[in-house]
């Protein structure tokens, strides 16, 4: 069985997921090849995503292509683009409605194994704050971590989420649109070339 037939096949929090407001099934999205040039890494799929089985599948992917510089058909190439987020199933809700965070569980399971099948990764892309602590072990904020873009080096580039709750942060931070979002377009083209 392939590593992604694996994960797709993984139930590990099924009785996580049982017992959140949501009452879900796991239904893990993997979007991944080994040749794949760029690697988003994410947070963890949303209900709309767990709904139609296609990461960044909403209003966030679109505001994710859009600072990328892609188009739908390059996003959604597996062959090109890796989308590993740290839970690959939607985690739920709680009871205030708001999303529970990626279950540690699954990338402890799982990301060091995709991590080694992806060796022609030559640009990631982080994307939201688990996924900078993950991969870059920061304890910083979110702003701290996209501030400090250029700390990176020129194969790792920290975003924040690009959920349309945070347009007051992306107002707040006009540098983030003024320097790094062409920065990051220029990369994701030599990524891609």
């Known amino acids: 069985m392939s590593l992604a037939a694996e994960i797709a096949a993984c139930r590990i929090c099924a009785p996580r997921f049982a017992v959140t407001v949501t009452g879900h099934e796991p239904r893990p999205i993997v979007w991944f090849r080994p040749g794949a040039r760029l690697l988003i890494a994410g947070q963890a799929p949303g209900i709309r995503v767990?709904?139609?089985?296609?990461?960044?599948?909403?209003?966030?992917?679109?505001?994710?292509?859009?600072?990328?510089?892609?188009?739908?058909?390059?996003?959604?190439?597996?062959?090109?683009?890796?989308?590993?987020?740290?839970?690959?199933?939607?985690?739920?809700?709680?009871?205030k409605g708001s999303d529970l965070p990626p279950p540690r569980i699954c990338a402890e399971t799982w990301h060091d194994r995709v991590m080694a099948a992806l060796e022609a990764v030559r640009l990631t892309v982080l994307v939201g704050g688990h996924a900078h602590r993950w991969h870059l072990g920061t304890r910083a904020g979110v702003t701290e971590t996209v501030a400090g873009w250029r700390d990176h080096g020129p194969a790792v580039?920290?975003?924040?989420?690009?959920?349309?709750?945070?347009?007051?942060?992306?107002?707040?931070?006009?540098?983030?649109?003024?320097?790094?979002?062409?920065?990051?377009?220029?990369?994701?083209?030599?990524?891609?070339?």
């Open 50 to 95: 767990h709904e139609l089985g296609e990461p960044f599948r909403d209003r966030s992917g679109d505001r994710l292509r859009d600072w990328l510089g892609i188009d739908e058909a390059t996003f959604y190439d597996r062959d090109r683009v890796a989308v590993v987020p740290m839970a690959f199933c939607f985690p739920g809700y709680d009871a």
């Open 157 to 193: 580039v920290p975003l924040p989420h690009p959920s349309w709750r945070n347009t007051g942060w992306l107002k707040r931070n006009p540098w983030f649109e003024a320097e790094l979002l062409p920065a990051l377009r220029a990369r994701v083209r030599e990524a891609l070339g």
